[in-house]
């Protein structure tokens, strides 16, 4: 023992007999105690050599007892053991792997199961309780923070020492016996903790102690099972004595049919002659007969695996061990938590689940919480159910919200246990409990349907209304059944899953019985239609038209127009429920009648175009009220001969099929809706194979399941094979073999259930095997509802079924059509040559599979749909280690984000490293990534600023030396992140380059000019004569200022925006060398600041066609076409950009000057000159710019309404009046383009610093 640590010890004092003596300094050393363990390393040695010492039991706990008086001292103490008796999981993280660590973990768990046995004393938690009994007499005016400090540490101790594992070595004890963690119950029940304990749980001035109160009470009870509990000291009932003697007669019967088997078996003469054998028709290892030298009695059990190593079976494959089976404790024990859990039920149970769940909904307790909530719903209300049932003591449990939390815990716990792997364990225990309460739920809401009482057993049917209609709650079992893992969950939970199962759907049975109908809600999955060229709607001929609008007609006026009323009432145009929009649904109507009329349904088109008239009267899109019947013939037939526009076909899948897994890219909605719900049909849904293995894995223990359990398994298979009549599902040869196990069974007598309906497979398998001649082949199989039907009914002839083969002429054009395509940059290769392929049927499937068969490609994987965004998801250590370090160094920088971007090795989204940085704790908000900007600089520009700078200061983003090179390749600039969440953007990021040459060589001159005279015969003449004009205005302000910065393309007209979305114009742009929008920070493509006055003016010269050479500087004014109309087109389009300009700084201008005044307004004793100075000088530039607005208007996307122009001509002439246009629009309308609210806030800030 550490020298230091022994001398401390040495200064606590000494146990003389029962007494203890303390030495004067034995406060500090107390608390020296405290500071070293504070400090102690990873392997607690500290605390290994306390506990060599036997420091609390000779030490701490007498000093407790007999110092209880002085309150620093004993406050010092109850903190020291807290420490030492915290739970050796919480000291070490987990359950250590390493044997040097488990080894240290061991001597720690030993050393608190010593503590805990001296804490079983009566005097020790009289002492505590006491204690704790004083401190909860004083009001909280009173209460002190030391007085629930001590309070919270008093609980800690008690739950620390409830917590600790009892020692299956030391403790060897049977049921009825009392064990350590028995007399720690008994001396909290004779001290009056227990009391103190339902105090704090049912007091509404001590709520903050729920959790600790419910995880003491369910450590307290961690050995109880609830039917123990309830039996306690009350005498067996009939029933009880009943079902013990048939399980004492089947053990008798079956030991009987043992010894009597072994009688048989046992030759009539001596076997001192033992002789061998020549066993005909086994082979040997040889080609000879295996000789067999042991007596006939045991042949039967003969395998040649006799004598061979049994095979290991790997970790990973090893079944799920069960835990620990719970023991009865001592007589009195449980007659005492007996009666804890009558008045717990009575006074604390609804208020305590309530606070818990209440902490647990808004996340405030520590995690895995959840557990002692779950235990405490399953174990106290199957004791209710147990012990003379009352709803009213279990109300807070029993409700939707209640099934709905477990069921979201249930779904969560299951995802851990894919992606957690180290700690599967833990998360299919905490699943476990999880089911328990699930089961435990329906078990009392069955035992409500019993009750007496009307009012109880209605609110079970609306329980049972809920959980039924919806399909989460339906379908739970379904999921946990087929998702069931043996390696991961252990057989306790599949038996409970599978009588919770079994529960289920007795219940749903019996509640469906007694409806005609059951609604029930439906989920379905709209996927989009896979790409490809549609097929055309058949167009059926004039003539067959002509007669088919005569038929209808003479049937129409053979009825004289009369409807029946079945046929009125059955025709609903309208779905109130639907999520369709009332507008779509009423364009679906006039579809229907146009179907109907079609199909030659003559009167139920007329009950149709009635019924839809009645719900949209408004427009007279029907028909008006008064309408005639041959009013209504002529509209029938406008609408039969009318074009309607179709809605494109869908592929509507339900979301009850096998677990398909569906593309992201192909989903497209959830849309929910109800149905008629069909008991047979949902059971079909148990007709799959990973279904039916767990329950024929639980029958293989079916001499050590319950009699429940096997009535359950078999009520399964029952359903499935004679109800459904799917018998060949169980045509498996290892459950053939398990079922001649029960049938050989000497105990046979005792499982008739189990023998029955083995009989009736194997009779059922025979009689289709005597007309099946491969059936017997099939046994090696499991079998899907597809395999069943061909074995029952007849297997699929060759050739039935196939798909259209490829004609000689087929495959020549698919094999000319791909060539062709073969060296084009097209994205997707097969969806091109499929649109044009003659043949409009073809699937993508198909054409790969043609393809690999024509040896065009090697491979299908080389044709697979190119996925958009990135792939990388996870970040290993050393790549946040890296980010951090790149943090570190940047993070004083103007662009933190961009500088980061550039030297990651694993390149990722810009929004990926920006959610990365903020789950890191690196940065608390994404406003500190964006780029810093000078303020000092910006002053200076905005001093003595012209009315064209401070519009183009407005509107471009911030500074960038980034450049695009896409010249040769293209990206898709809205490629959407495929990654999990779908939602955020990947931007793609451009090749960053300095110093780049963007002189035109000669080939890309070519290729402008091209790309030019392509536009023009687009009609694209005046976008492009918009874009020289921007690269001349450009070049003319960096030759003047001197400065460069980027330039936005703000198209102000509407030519100039549908061009931004042409995909030759955009390519022109990368040709001249125009960067896109790099980030979500901007909006629009950008002139590079690197780019010099002489390169854009070349640029701008090589845009005018017909121009080989950069022009000269006089043709940047104006440049010339060869035909009129162009040029006039240009003058228009210069005109309106000036209007537009123009009217776009006179709202700028008063937008500022708003900003201004109020800010003047809000302060105190403000300077009157401080208003007046910037108020007259905008207002001259206001008169100036309102003087350059034409009268001409054109309608542009980026501008307000005619109404909002009009207003504005109006008052263009007046002058503004600042104080009294507080509430004009100009201060909530946009500017000329969508420029960021941090360029906002960054203009507002700087004009406050100017002023």
């Known amino acids: ?140 005016e009173q209460r002190q923070e030391e007085d629930n400090l001590l309070i919270e540490r008093i609980l800690l101790l008690v739950r620390n020492m409830l917590h600790v594992p009892a020692n299956p070595c030391e403790e060897k004890k049977v049921d009825d016996d009392a064990s350590i963690h028995d007399r720690m119950l008994w001396a909290i029940h004779m001290s009056g903790f227990d009391d103190l304990v339902k105090f704090l749980a049912s007091a509404q001035s001590e709520q903050q102690w729920s959790m600790h109160v419910l995880e003491i009470i369910s450590l307290m009870f961690r050995d109880q099972t609830p039917e123990a509990l309830v039996s306690a000291g009350h005498a067996r009932s009939t029933e009880e004595k009943q079902r013990d003697s048939q399980e004492l007669e089947a053990l008798r019967q079956k030991e009987h049919a043992e010894k009597r088997s072994r009688t048989l078996q046992r030759g009539t003469r001596h076997s001192h002659f033992g002789g061998s054998f020549v066993v005909q028709g086994l082979r040997a290892i040889g080609e000879k007969d295996v000789i067999y030298h042991r007596n006939l009695n045991n042949f039967k059990n003969y395998t040649h695996d006799q004598g061979k190593a049994v095979r290991r079976v790997p970790k990973r494959n090893r079944q799920a061990q069960d835990l620990k089976e719970k023991r009865r404790s001592a007589l009195n024990v449980r007659l005492f938590l007996r009666e804890f859990c009558v008045d717990f039920l009575e006074n604390c149970y609804n208020r305590l689940m309530y606070l818990v769940k209440e902490s647990l909904i808004r996340e405030q307790t520590q995690q895995h919480d959840e557990t002692y909530y779950l235990w405490a719903l399953s174990f106290f209300m199957a004791f209710n159910r147990g012990n003379g049932f009352r709803a009213d003591l279990v109300s807070e449990t029993m409700s939707i919200r209640t099934f709905y939390f477990i069921e979201r815990n249930v779904t969560n716990y299951y995802e851990m246990l894919l992606t957690d792997r180290k700690e599967a364990t833990s998360w299919s225990r905490r699943m476990h409990l999880a089911l328990k309460a699930y089961q435990e739920l329906l078990l009392t809401v069955n035992e409500m349907d019993r009750s007496p009482d009307e009012s109880i057993r209605q609110s079970s049917n609306v329980i049972k209304s809920n959980i039924f209609y919806l399909m989460e709650y339906r379908e739970i079992f379904l999921t946990l059944l087929r998702k069931y893992d043996e390696t991961k969950q252990p057989q306790s939970y599949l038996r409970d899953l599978v009588e919770s199962t079994h529960l289920f759907l007795r219940m749903l049975e019996r509640f469906c019985k007694g409806r005609k109908n059951l609604i029930v809600q439906k989920k379905k999955v709209r996927r989009k239609k896979s790409q490809g060229k549609e097929k055309p709607a058949q167009e059926s001929s004039p003539e067959i038209l002509a007669e088919t609008w005569k038929i209808v007609e003479e049937e129409l006026r053979a009825t004289g127009f009369q409807l029946s009323a079945s046929l009125t009432e059955s025709i609903v145009p309208f779905d109130a429920a639907s999520e369709t929009p009332p507008e779509e649904q009423r364009t ?79 989903l497209e909605s959830v849309q929910l809706s109800e149905k008629e719900f069909n008991f047979l049909d949902f059971i079909k849904r148990f007709a799959n194979p990973s279904i039916v293995r767990p329950y024929l894995l639980l029958l293989k223990s079916y001499t050590k399941n319950t009699p429940h359990t096997n009535h359950c398994i078999v009520r399964m298979l029952h359903r499935l094979a004679v109800d459904l009549k799917m018998d060949a599902l169980l045509y498996q040869l290892s459950v053939f073999h398990l079922f001649n196990k029960i049938l050989n069974d000497p105990a046979a007598a005792a499982y008739k259930e189990l023998m029955t309906f083995a009989k009736y497979v194997l009779s059922r398998f025979f009689a289709v095997a005597a007309q099946n001649n491969k059936a017997y082949v099939e046994l090696l199989f499991w079998k899907n509802v597809g395999a069943v039907r061909e074995m029952t009914e007849g297997y699929t002839k060759d050739g039935e079924g196939k798909k259209p083969s490829w004609t000689e002429e087929e495959e020549e054009e698919l094999r000319r059509l791909y060539m062709e395509h073969l060296d084009s940059e097209v994205p997707d290769i097969v969806e091109t040559v499929i649109q044009l392929l003659s043949n409009s049927s073809r699937t993508r499937r198909q054409v790969v599979t043609q393809l690999v068969h024509m040896g065009l490609v090697d491979n299908a994987k080389e044709l697979k749909k190119p996925k958009k965004g990135t792939q990388i998801v996870l970040w290993t250590e050393e790549q946040e280690l890296e980010l951090e370090m790149l943090f570190e160094e940047y993070k004083d920088s103007d662009d933190v984000l961009g500088n980061i971007m550039k030297k990651l090795t694993a390149k990722r989204s810009r929004a990926r490293v920006v959610d990365k940085l903020l789950s890191m704790g690196l940065v608390s908000e994404r406003r500190e990534l964006y780029k810093k900007r000078s303020r000092g600089a910006h002053k200076q520009r905005q001093q003595g600023m012209t009315e064209e700078e401070f519009l183009a200061e407005l509107t471009q983003g911030p500074p960038d030396d980034s450049v695009d090179q896409g010249d040769e390749d293209e990206r898709d600039e809205e490629s959407e992140d495929s990654e999990e969440d779908g939602n955020e953007r990947e931007i793609p990021q451009p090749v960053r380059k300095s110093g780049q040459n963007f002189n035109l060589t000669a080939e890309r001159r070519a290729d402008i000019s ?105 043709g940047q004014q104006g440049p010339s076409d060869s035909t009129e109309e162009p040029r006039e087109q240009a003058e228009e389009e210069e005109e309106h950009d000036e209007e537009v300009l123009s009217e776009q700084r006179a709202q700028a201008l008063r937008a500022l000057l708003l900003a201004r005044n109020r800010k003047c307004h809000t302060a105190v004793d403000a300077d009157p000159m401080s208003d007046a100075t910037p108020g007259d000088k905008t207002n001259g530039v206001i008169e100036r710019s309102q003087e350059k607005i034409s009268t001409k208007r054109s309608r542009s996307r980026v501008l307000d309404d005619d109404n909002d122009e009009e207003e504005k001509e109006n008052d263009s002439t007046i002058a503004m009046d600042v104080d009294t246009s507080k509430d004009a629009d100009s201060d909530r309308e946009d500017f000329s383009a969508p420029v960021k609210r941090r360029r906002k806030m960054v203009l507002i800030d700087d004009e406050e610093d100017e002023d």
């Open 1 to 140: 023992m550490n020298c230091e640590l022994l001398a401390t010890c040495s200064a606590l004092g000494y146990l003389e007999g029962d007494s203890y003596h303390k030495e004067t300094d034995c406060l500090e050393s107390v608390k020296d105690l405290i500071r070293y363990l504070r400090h102690e390393d990873d392997t607690r040695d500290v605390r290994q050599q306390l506990g060599d010492s036997q420091i609390v039991q000779n030490d701490l706990l007498p000093i407790i007892v007999q110092y209880r008086q002085d309150k620093a001292l004993f406050d010092a103490c109850i903190r020291l053991m807290v420490n030492l008796t915290q739970p050796a999981v919480l000291c070490f993280g987990k359950i250590p792997d390493d044997p040097v660590f488990r080894h240290h973990f061991m001597q720690v768990t030993s050393h608190l199961q010593a503590y805990k046995e001296a804490f079983a004393s009566e005097k020790v938690f009289g002492i505590l309780s006491e204690t704790l009994y004083n401190l909860l007499q004083l009001d909280w």
């Open 588 to 666: 679906e109507a006039m579809i229907r009648v146009q179907d109907a009329l079609l199909a030659r349904l003559g009167p139920e088109a007329l009950a149709l175009l009635r019924a839809a008239r009645e719900v949209w009267p408004d427009g007279d899109v029907f028909g008006s009220s008064d309408v005639e019947p041959e009013e209504e013939l002529d509209l029938l037939k406008q609408i039969f001969h009318a074009s309607l526009p179709r809605p494109s076909p869908e592929t509507v899948a339900e979301d009850d099929d096998d677990g398909a897994e569906l593309d992201e890219e192909e």
């Open 1010 to 1114: 091209s790309l030019v005279n392509a536009l023009q015969q687009e009609g694209l003449s005046g976008p492009l004569l918009w874009l020289q004009k921007c690269l001349n205005q450009t070049a003319n302000h960096r030759d003047e200022d001197g400065l460069s910065q980027p330039v936005p393309l703000v198209p102000f007209a509407e030519a100039n925006e549908d061009a931004m979305d042409n995909k030759n114009f955009l390519k022109l742009l990368r040709k001249l060398g125009m960067r896109p929008p790099e980030n979500e920070q901007e909006t629009f493509w950008r002139i590079p600041e690197n780019i010099s006055s002489s390169q854009l003016q070349s640029a701008a010269a090589a845009l005018t066609p017909g121009e080989d050479g950069p022009e000269s500087h006089e």
